[in-house]
């Protein structure tokens, strides 16, 4: 796994008095993450081997967004770029990286807007945000406000910007939080939520904000297990409770000013937090965890109010991976090319499913689309 730099939280509300959660309060929905429940009844509906040739190669799947205009893979981490692939996984392009017009130096992080079919792209190495359409052809570049960075950004439905930013009120560092509020020009600091520690200014999550339309953006924190929302007003509200039972983080341990402690907590297996890899649709919420020095994943049914953990999957026809998404129909891991072998060489069913399925050890990631029903 890799090494997370993680986050602090001093306090769980909003910063400032105009985020004052007295009226209209949400009453949050608790989400129990089973211990022991063993899954028996998933069935892979189909493997997406993502192309893997010179051009298309990527070192780590940072963000990935399943959309009906393809598949896109951000690494921002080994090879800064942005890979597009169709539906059936063949490669159709990347950006360009470079000084020129419409090349991107460092593609650190991007959103998806699914209604307009346009990508944005944050580059940290110019620290503008540029504008592609959904093939990744360049439209313009968008200044922004510098006083922040760009972790993770999302539009809402009055064209407001939520920004994970580990904001710093320069110079006194006196106000600190983990998500601001721009407006539609990405220039004004219009609200700023979730305060945390100047002691860790690095956050490494992955993709903890799920907004797969306008109207319904949901984010995490970081060891704290609320699932965040705004209200009309842009106050915050706490939507989803997580509760992994006896393997909760104590307020005391939450109050810990090392990092360090906490982390060695879940991977001695006496902890389970870390909330990340969000997605919600109308029929599911979905997230990762980690637990045990590895990355799990829950799912949520809100028609059944029943969850299955990546934990207690004993079906055999299952890839160990990832979770990177889901629609009301299918839940989606990316899976090494080694799980995937493996899982071939071992079950006879998948094999016949799945024939002239060709894998390689040195592959890009495999996408495994998993068939969801109401009742989980």
Known sequence: ??????????????????????????????????????????????????????????????????????????????????????????????????????????????YFDREAKQVYVYDGGSEVIKLFDDQLEYLRTLPINNEIAYHHFNKLSNNKWLVQANYKNYPENDTTALYVLLDKDFQQIQNKYIPYSISFESVSTFDPVSSGSYEHVLFAGIFENNLYTLDEQDRLQVKYKVDFGKYNLTEQELQSDDNRKIAKLWQDGKRKTYLDRLHETDLFLGFSYLFKDKEEFCIYSKTSGTSLSSENIGNSDFISGIFVGFTDDYFVIAAEPLNVIDYLKRNEKGTERFKGLDVKEGDNPILVYYRLEKEL
């Open 1 to 110: 796994m890799n090494t997370y730099l993680v986050v602090l939280f001093i306090l769980f509300f909003s910063c400032g008095s105009e985020n004052d959660l007295k009226e209209e309060k949400l009453k949050p929905v608790i989400v129990l993450v089973p211990e022991e429940t063993e899954v028996k009844s998933l069935q892979i509906d189909k493997i997406v081997p993502l192309e893997t040739k010179d051009k298309s190669v990527f070192g780590q799947f940072y963000k990935v967004v399943l959309s009906d205009s393809g598949i896109y893979i951000l690494d921002h981490i080994f090879t800064n770029n942005l890979y597009h692939f169709n539906e059936n996984g063949n490669f159709i392009t990347k950006l360009h990286i470079g000084k020129g017009p419409g090349e991107v130096i460092d593609t650190y992080s991007m």
